[in-house]
């Protein structure tokens, strides 16, 4: 609910949104203009991103145009009526501007003839419902409708990349036009289900079919003029038209045919039951809009040319009449305060044109005759009589045509005729005019189309042609003729009638159906929707603990572990090297450094603790003297002895300030897994470490370095030429890293000197 | 002739003289934003020159190769070390500002600068042995300026990051004193021609310990736990440097090693790859779904999109290098930008923590702009740039039938979308949980803004206008797998 009711000072309608209008209907003049006097299909191309293949190529042929003129036609209407309906209130200007982005990709979607574009184009459109859903995002149940509208539609819109992806590779083309031209080359490829199984997933995310279904009358918390244009008139259909789009190549398919007919038919039966449990008009209109969506598909599956007609039909038709629909229910909204019916009857006596505009699309839903939804009713009846469905989908289809009947008669006889007994603290008023023009010229066209249906089979028969190429061109007019839609029209207001005059008991009845919620898909939703926070918590307590043994007992473990079964992969390989034993004074230099490297696990005290990796150094010198480098064993006692001194003296210093957060090395654990892993780490390491170094050495590099020391590089000595001269880049290098170490300490050392300061 | 070691030596250059004029922060700030720019200046250049001759090399000293160290600047290291220096610019600029800024002290910019100078290093560098001194210069440099705050978490921070990069630094050095043992080679080319000759079961644990401990410097799982241990307690421009550069450095090193120099490396490795890379997306992005901390969901995120990137190098084909080099460039801007982002709902709002900000898409519909663009680029919804790294992987791991991988990847990206979902609906839709709260109005945020929106306009010019940087990504892969046309 967006306004309180008779807030008289926001009536005049928003300037803004007027001018904003001009836009679409512009559009929608040039394009009849161009319908009439260009013969379709309009064909171009430009290159895009050619490295990965994908050109913006244009190709609008029936289907897109009827599409095209809804978009245009309807967002105009649409900015209208948000001119009046959202006049005054924050953040209009925010709806409209989206509302013409949203434009923008459906019209994008619907002429992009790349499957990639168009995939792009229908993300689009889902990331734009989701912001329009959000209108009203300090609520939080908003915010959960418009999460999962998208979560829905983004995990359908990722199942349909890869089937786009996976279509595209078997077809060798992207090309949706040249997929059609060339069908029936790759119909045999076994990959080609899954392809089409993924697309479906993505069409049945978009277009609410089961068992995604249930986002969509959530999605009814967006403000009116959202829900009529993007869940009733465009996005929604926007998955029946990829499916129409690709019928023309893979309708002889049986999965197609059994899968569009089965899901379709389930969707139309459960949103025809659902119907039955709202009591909110909007969430009413919403589960209607749902079952045609499921005729639909049906239709998209069923064979046979008068399908294809049939579906341009009934999109056209259900445009005409569910959107005046959403705009009164917007009006009552608006006028009344309330969209819940029991709170609603008799509001005729205060806005005769809201009831007027209601009677006639109720008429139109119902497929009354002399209504273009009579038409509608006519082509489907002989679509299905001339494909043979099962017995089943007929009369599945007579049940939703019932409930169809009976929830028009809710929107019109209910909500309007009767008497207003509910006490009010205002009188419900009528809406400024934005809010009925919109409305009363849709349902007009309803009428005017329905005495004459030759107005619009141009259009029809073309969207008709692109769904099946070869169809009759006058089989709008033929329809019209035929007499078994006088039975199923009458079958269908009979069962209408009968559940409108037991609407309440039925409500009463399956409102304490709960199994239809515990089974239905969005319980499963919402519990996993649930379950990723609890496994990521799970999953990122176990991994991220903030312990840093526990990491490096991973990092050394998985280390240890892949080393393990590198060498032991390659085990017979070592077998045959032969590892000569060291000699003694090495093997005194490593147990002097293992020696050190032992102790510093049982050391305590800091000084000590030094001193004894001291001897990891000394040890490593010893060793460098006895394998032929005297020279850097000595740097390395020097340098050894230095660091010592100089860090035992910083010890010293920094002792005489409390200590900080040293705590940790106070207790030596013994830890038998990281006993285990460390042997196993040292055992593999040496083990890879004798191997390649028993294995015949390359010595270019060294003999020439001895070679040229003297002649080229004036160094006599080797290793103080390679440092300087032949490697001065690693040493320029290494100079950095001792400034920048310098660096890095400096805030610790100030921490020191600063605790001291403190403590003095 | 030196020109391929300018990205190292100018900012090398300017740390030095940082350090010099530590006592004067004003011109020491200068000097810093003076070097910056002379960076970015250079390394443009580089990065056209190099497009239009082809790389560079140069061997230090005159040696002849194999016997110095040589520098090559090719595409692929121009172009990161451009990157470098584009975010080494917003991080200085972002100093200057009111958002949330590192404390300044006098050994800031040097390490900034000497960040810088390591990682363009090792972007440039084709020795193995001079790999790891770069390796090291970047390492201490990250220490420095995790440690830089001086606070207890961020001295904790500090010591995990510096055990866990340590010990991965040292098993690379561990694996190049192996290869060196067994080859004699530490250049590059010669490297790779005598890897080859190698018998192949003395080659496999060599190049497994390799790319291990590159693995571990890329945050690879399960090697990962560094990365969200401490970059949370960085300052937001610091952070955005990080999050561009740090991981992005083994990510190169994997790329450039197991891409171009070791080619063909045994293909056990990279069906492995391939399973680190899926079983980091999903324990990546697992974390950044339970966490509330913006800072810490985009560190995690990081790691999921590093599973993306080496997801594509484990299908060792052209097209996968292409994805790879397009996924690291894209993610360096759009996940430093998101940072910014963050710091500037930080700036506004008080909080990190999700739960209590709000309220910004009425107060600050711009911002909410910025992050809506960003955002949709990081899960990858198109047009925007994030959605073309994810095509090229998709469709290359599909025509290499790796469906499993696919699904996962798929799969990542719409909990990907569940936790950007989540930062908009608690930072932009919901109501700030303080009524009395409202956005603070005279801020000088003008830099950072600066900072964020070219950002975000860079990032958005890739996602409509993709084909210079798709077209560029597979020339740099093209000239990684040696078949340049």
């Keep these: 609910m967006v306004h309180s009711v008779g807030d008289q000072e926001t009536q005049r309608p928003d300037v803004l949104l007027l001018v904003l209008a001009l836009f679409p209907a512009s559009m929608f003049l040039v394009l009849l203009y161009a319908l009439i006097t260009q013969p379709l299909p309009w064909a171009a191309s430009w290159t895009w991103v050619p490295s990965l293949g994908i050109d913006l190529t244009l190709w609008v042929d029936g289907l897109a145009a009827q599409f095209l003129l809804l978009i245009t036609g309807i967002g105009t209407l649409v900015l209208i009526y948000a001119a009046g309906y959202l006049a005054g209130v924050t953040g209009r200007a925010r709806v409209a501007l989206l509302l013409l982005l949203f434009m923008a990709a459906m019209i994008g979607a619907v002429i992009s003839d790349h499957l990639i574009v168009l995939f792009m184009f229908w993300e689009l459109t889902s990331v734009l419902s989701f912001l329009l859903v959000g209108f009203s995002h300090e609520q939080e149940n908003t915010r959960r409708s418009a999460q999962q509208a998208l979560l829905v539609t983004g995990l359908g819109g990722l199942a349909l990349l890869a089937g786009f992806i996976l279509l595209g590779q078997i077809a060798e083309t992207y090309s949706i036009q040249d997929l059609i031209a060339r069908a029936d080359r790759f119909v045999g490829d076994a990959r080609l289900s899954a392809a089409l199984l993924l697309i479906f997933a993505g069409a049945f995310t978009k277009s609410a079919q089961f068992p995604f279904h249930f986002w969509l009358p959530n999605a009814m918390a967006a403000p009116t003029p959202v829900s009529a244009y993007l869940h009733s008139a465009t996005m929604v259909k926007l998955g029946i038209y990829l499916l129409a789009r690709l019928d023309a190549a893979f309708s002889d398919l049986l999965l197609w045919e059994v899968v569009l007919v089965a899901v379709g038919t389930s969707t139309a039966v459960g949103a025809a039951l659902q119907t039955m449990r709202e009591r909110d008009l909007k969430r009413i209109l919403a589960w209607s809009t749902v079952a045609t969506l499921g005729t639909l598909t049906m239709l998209v599956g069923l064979p046979g040319q008068g399908a294809a007609l049939a579906v341009a039909t009934l999109f056209f038709a259900h445009a005409l009449y569910k959107a005046p629909l959403f705009f009164v229910a917007g009006n009552l909204d608006h006028g009344a305060g309330t969209r819940i019916i029991d709170q609603l009857t008799g509001m005729r006596r205060y806005m005769p044109w809201t009831a007027a505009a209601a009677l006639l699309a109720a008429i139109s839903m119902a497929g009354l005759p002399l209504s273009f939804g009579f038409i509608a009713k006519d082509v489907l009846t002989i679509a299905k009589a001339e494909s043979e469905v099962f017995k089943a989908v007929s009369y599945a289809s007579v049940f939703v045509s019932g409930v169809s009947v009976a929830a028009a008669a809710v929107a019109a006889i209910h909500v309007f005729w009767g008497r207003d007994t509910v006490p009010r603290e205002a009188h419900p008023h009528e809406g400024s005019w934005p809010m009925l023009f919109p409305p009363l010229l849709l349902v007009t066209l309803g009428v005017l189309f329905g005495l004459a249906p030759t107005l619009v089979d141009p259009i029809l028969g073309a969207a008709a042609r692109a769904i099946a190429p070869g169809l009759d061109a006058d089989a709008v007019r033929n329809a019209y003729d035929a007499t078994p839609v006088i039975s199923a029209t009458l079958s269908a207001v009979l069962i209408g009638v009968v559940i409108y005059r037991n609407w309440d008991r039925m409500h009463a009845l399956l409102e304490r159906a709960h199994f239809l919620d515990v089974l239905g898909p969005e319980s499963w939703y919402w519990r996993k929707l649930a379950f990723l926070p609890k496994l990521a918590a799970w999953l990122t307590r176990r991994l991220q603990h903030g312990r840093l043994p526990g990491y490096v007992l991973v990092l050394i473990g998985t280390c240890s572990v892949v080393l393990f079964a590198l060498v032991g992969v390659t085990w017979p390989t070592w077998q045959a090297v032969e590892v000569s034993a060291p000699e003694l004074p090495v093997l005194l230099a490593c147990a002097l450094i293992a020696a050190g490297a032992l102790a510093t696990l049982f050391v305590r005290d800091h000084l000590v603790l030094l001193l004894v990796s001291g001897l990891v150094g000394y040890g490593s010198a010893a060793l460098f003297l006895f394998t032929g480098a005297p020279d850097l064993a000595f740097t390395q006692f020097a340098v050894e002895t230095v660091f010592v001194v100089v860090a035992a003296t910083l010890l010293v210093r920094l002792r005489r300030a409390p200590a900080t957060a040293s705590s940790a090395l106070r207790e030596p654990v013994l830890r038998p897994v990281a006993l285990v892993v460390s042997i196993t780490f040292a055992v593999v390491l040496t083990a890879l470490l004798l191997f390649v170094s028993a294995q015949p050495f390359d010595s270019t590099l060294s003999e020439y370095f001895g070679a040229q020391s003297v002649p080229a590089a004036h160094g006599r000595n080797v290793v103080n030429v390679i440092i300087v001269d032949f490697r001065a880049l690693d040493t320029l290098g290494e100079i950095g890293v001792l400034l920048f170490a310098l660096l890095a300490a400096l805030p610790l050392l100030r921490l020191g000197r600063g605790a001291r300061s403190e403590a003095t | ?485």
């Design chain 2, 1 to 485: 002739m030196m020109w391929p070691l300018a990205p190292m030596l100018v900012p090398l250059a300017t740390a030095l003289l940082c350090v010099l004029t530590q006592s004067t922060p004003r011109r020491q700030q200068m000097i810093s934003v003076v070097g910056a720019t002379v960076l970015l200046i250079t390394s443009t250049l580089l990065f056209l020159e190099v497009q239009q001759v082809g790389a560079l090399r140069v061997v230090l000293g005159h040696w002849p190769l194999p016997f110095g160290i040589e520098f090559v600047a090719d595409v692929l290291g121009t172009a990161l070390a451009l990157v470098a220096a584009l975010m080494l610019n917003v991080t200085v600029l972002w100093q200057w500002s009111d958002a949330d800024a590192a404390p300044s002290s006098p050994t800031l910019h040097p390490l900034l600068h000497g960040l810088v100078a390591g990682v363009c290093g090792a972007f440039m560098t084709a020795d193995l042995f001079n790999l790891y001194v770069w390796f090291e210069v970047a390492l201490m440099c990250a220490l420095g300026l995790l440690a830089h705050g001086g606070g207890l978490h961020q001295l904790d921070a500090a010591l995990k990051y510096f055990v866990l990069n340590v010990i991965g630094t040292m098993l690379f050095l561990v694996a190049v004193a192996l290869i060196y043992a067994a080859t004699g080679h530490l250049n590059f080319s010669a490297l790779g021609d005598a890897m080859a000759r190698l018998d192949a079961a003395v080659a496999l644990p060599l190049y497994g310990l390799l790319l291990f401990a590159l693995l571990a410097k890329a945050a690879a799982f399960p090697l990962y736990a560094w990365l969200p241990a401490s970059y949370h307690t960085l300052p937001p421009p610091v952070l955005a440097l990080f999050s561009a550069l740090l991981a992005k450095v083994g990510i190169y090193a994997i790329l450039r090693l197991f891409g171009n120099v070791f080619t063909p490396a045994p293909a056990l490795l990279y069906d492995a790859l391939g399973w680190i890379a899926v079983l980091s997306m999903i324990a990546g992005v697992l974390g950044a779904a339970y966490h509330w901390d913006m800072r810490r969901i985009l560190a995690f995120h990081s790691i999921s999109q590093i599973g993306y990137i080496l997801l594509a190098i484990a299908m060792a084909s052209r097209t996968g290098d292409t994805a790879a080099i397009f996924f690291t460039l894209h993610h360096s801007l759009v996940k430093a930008s998101l940072i910014l982002v963050a710091a500037l709902v930080f700036r506004y709002t008080g909080h990190y923590d999700l739960r209590r900000c709000g309220g910004l898409y009425a107060s600050r519909p711009w911002l909410g702009v910025a992050f809506l663009l960003l955002a949709l680029s990081l899960v990858g919804i198109p047009p925007f740039s994030g959605f073309w790294g994810k095509y090229l992987i998709v469709r290359e791991a599909l025509s290499q039938g790796a469906y499993l991988w696919t699904a996962c990847a798929l799969l990542v990206s719409v909990v990907t979308l569940y936790s950007m979902m989540k930062i908009w609906l608690e930072a932009f839709w919901k109501p700030h949980p303080d009524p009395a709260w409202r956005a603070p109005e005279h801020v000088r945020l003008a830099p950072a803004w600066v900072g964020v929106s070219g950002l975000a306009l860079v990032v958005l010019s890739i996602g409509v206008a993709p084909e210079a940087l798709i077209g560029f990504a597979d020339a740099a892969a093209g000239a990684l797998r040696g078949d340049v046309p």
